[in-house]
Antibody, heavy 117, light 112 residues
Framework: EVQLLESGGGLVQPGGSLKLSCAAS????????MTWVRQAPGKGLEYLSH????????QYADSVKGRFTISRDNSKNTLFLQMNSLRAEDTAVYYC??????????WGQGTLVTVSS | DAVMTQSPLSLPVTLGQPASISCRSS???????????LNWFQQRPGQSPRRLIY???NRDSGVPDRFSGSGSGTDFTLKISRVEAEDVGVYYC?????????FGGGTKVEIK
């Protein structure tokens, strides 16, 4: 069974940093592209970032480019999202997802990030 | 970016009755490989999204056959043949033909 478990969320002040993790199991993580998506409270879904299976390729939405960095450790089946220069509008539930070719199939349960003073 | 527009925003439905959600893209979602990468997700209250449909009309394993997807090019539809109480939630379309992936704004299905 595919499982994705995010962690690392919490309350952070504007301008601060946070690093999210996503522990994967139930599939061959090192063969899978991965992604981060967020959902602001009461709002829709926003695609943030993508990383290829071997980390050779990464992409970012304009809203987080230059502030967020996606990475992975295939030896530990873990995906990361380093978030710097956080703003109030980054407050959201952050989901990791498996990104097979042409889709996004499995999602984690999400971790809440709150940016507030 | 491919802008995805869903309608209606809210869909009150009587139990046992059909429901239909529309999703329109600002550009054709036909990929250069010939596939159309249009997906549908269900998000029940308090849960993370769950994929129902991929490549327009392919149902995921475990998804009841009362859910069906159709469409082509820029116009797509998710249909629920007979709404059940467990179908309450928000439904999103998502295109994965172009970078960045983009989602529709969501349609909230509720029971009348």
């Amino acid at each position: 069974e595919v499982q994705l478990l995010e962690s690392g969320g919490g309350l952070v002040q504007p301008g601060g940093s946070l690093k999210l993790s996503c522990a994967a199991s139930g599939f061959t993580f090192s063969d899978s592209d991965m992604t981060w998506v967020r959902q602001a409270p009461g709002k829709g879904l926003e695609y943030l970032s993508h990383i290829s299976a071997n980390s050779a390729y990464t992409q970012y939405a304009d809203s987080v480019k230059g502030r967020f960095t996606i990475s992975r450790d295939n030896s530990k089946n873990t995906l990361f999202l380093q978030m710097n220069s956080l703003r109030a509008e980054d407050t959201a539930v952050y989901y990791c997802g498996r990104r097979p070719p042409g889709s996004l199939d499995y999602w984690g349960q999400g971790t809440l990030v709150t940016v507030s003073s | 970016d491919a802008v995805m527009t869903q309608s209606p925003l809210s869909l009150p439905v009587t139990l046992g009755q059909p429901a239909s959600i529309s999703c329109r893209s600002s550009q054709s979602l036909v990929h250069s490989d010939g596939n159309t990468y249009l997906n549908w997700f269900q998000q029940r209250p308090g849960q993370s999204p769950r994929r129902l449909i991929y490549k327009v009309s392919n149902r995921d394993s475990g998804v009841p056959d009362r859910f069906s997807g159709s469409g082509s090019g820029t116009d797509f539809t998710l249909k629920i043949s007979r709404v059940e109480a467990e179908d309450v939630g928000v439904y999103y379309c998502m295109q994965s033909t172009y970078w960045p992936l983009t989602f529709g704004g969501g349609t909230k299905v509720e029971i009348k």
